[in-house]
């Protein structure tokens, strides 16, 4: 929709009320000049105190009141004149005031503006930059004084959590490899285990490795969304699904699911080598663990709209868009319709969701209309690639798959 009127900002109600206040100020002011003037002419015309009704004095009279007549046309022209005058006076200097007030405004406003500007170039990476505002100890110097501390706060705050990303993976690892180590040394002890044990450990190991699993999807989310970027490389989204999925070939072969691989072109990215590799697997993942026995799963890698993009489409019941849209939020799962064998923690594509947006792209999931769940990535292209094409790819726009 094209905005037809000016955003009303601060500073043009600012210019807008300084010209009504001298609007109405020099209206108020010609009322009361044209009112002095109308009294002084209605004074001047008053008659005099009654003479004696002579032919000279008759005269004189009718002298004075032609007189009196003349005067009160020459005042009435004067003051019409004066009215006239005033008035295009008023409406001029009106704009003239506007324009001086959009002035004044602005020059009162840019502490504003700047501290606005400062703001938004302050990040989550550059919490330690302050506003820093100079000048006298007025209400604009206090705002800028009360979001240094609000950054100040923030800053710690996000060092803390700096602190326990670094910690929390041996911290809470240890304990988990201590765990293992015990039940491996149990295992192996000459005297053959009872059944139950060995069950028991069995049972011990496997859940040890979904919180190792969890674990490292924490450590994961936390580092994506706090932008740390280790091992910066330009990689393909295809070949990194095409490994992915090599990789998963007998997760996928168990299942008998069908792969389709579509797509032209070579999307090439620039960001962290191993958040992208996760990025990309826990797609994959997703794919696989939330299918269904004989089901398919479609890979399309390719660029579109001048962006590398990834989809992947699996079959399936039909979703509900609503409940699809919370997926990217940690801990959010379908119901057990989708959970199948793949059931884990809700933390795959909340991980996706992270990592896209720290690369500066985005998460995209639809339901499919015909059933299952479409899952799109959009990276921005590493600058400088020559030879793939900028043009819609049809294979990242095809959802009708049966």
Do not use: C
Not at 42 to 48: I, K, M
Not at 146 to 154: C, E, F, K, N, P
Not at 202 to 224: F, K, P, Q, T
């Amino acid at each position: 929709m094209i905005r037809l009127l000016p955003r009303r900002t601060v500073r043009l109600r600012l210019t807008v009320l300084y010209g009504v206040l001298f609007l109405l100020s020099g209206v108020v002011l010609l009322a009361i000049t044209s009112g002095i003037v109308i009294g002084q002419s209605s004074v001047s015309r008053a008659p005099g105190p009654a003479a004696p009704q002579t032919a000279l004095s008759r005269a004189q009279a009718r002298i004075q009141q032609l007189q009196a007549q003349l005067q009160g046309q020459a005042i009435h022209g004067v003051s019409h004149q004066l009215l006239v005058g005033s008035a295009f006076a008023l409406g001029v200097m009106t704009v003239v005031s506007a324009g001086l007030g959009w002035i004044v405004a602005g020059r009162v406003l840019r502490p504003l503006q700047e501290m606005t500007a400062a703001a938004r170039r302050i990040s989550a990476d550059s919490l330690h930059e302050r506003l820093a505002m100079p000048g006298p100890g007025d209400e604009l110097k206090d705002l800028a004084d009360t979001i240094d501390g609000l950054l100040a706060r923030l800053e710690g705050a996000f060092e803390a959590q700096r602190r326990f990303v670094a910690n929390a993976s041996h911290e809470l690892r240890t304990p988990l490899t201590t765990i293992r180590a015990s039940l491996d040394v149990a295992a192996a002890k000459p005297e053959p285990a009872a059944p139950q044990l060995i069950e028991f450990a069995s049972r011990v190991r496997g859940e040890l490795d979904r919180i190792d699993e969890l674990l490292a999807g924490l450590l994961a989310l936390a580092r994506a969304q706090h932008g740390v970027l280790p091992g910066r490389a330009t990689l393909s989204l295809g070949d990194l699904a095409g490994s992915s999925l090599d990789l998963r070939a007998d997760g996928i072969a168990a299942r008998h699911l069908t792969v389709i691989r579509e797509g032209s072109g070579l999307p090439l990215v620039t960001g962290s080598e191993p958040l992208l590799r996760r990025m990309v697997d826990n797609v994959i993942d997703n794919a696989i663990g939330h299918n269904h026995d004989g089901g398919w799963i479609r890979v399309a890698a390719g660029r579109a709209d001048g962006l590398a993009r990834l989809v992947v489409e699996t079959g399936g019941p039909v979703l509900d868009q609503r409940q699809v849209d919370q997926l990217g939020q940690p801990f959010r799962r379908l119901g057990a319709d989708r959970t199948g064998s793949g059931g884990g923690a809700g933390l795959g594509l909340s991980i996706v969701a992270a990592i896209a947006e720290v690369h500066g792209g985005a998460l995209e999931l639809r339901a499919r209309p015909a059933g299952g769940l479409r899952v799109a990535i959009a990276l921005p292209g590493a600058a400088g690639v020559t030879g793939t094409t900028d043009g819609p790819d049809p294979a990242l726009h095809a959802g009708a798959l049966a």
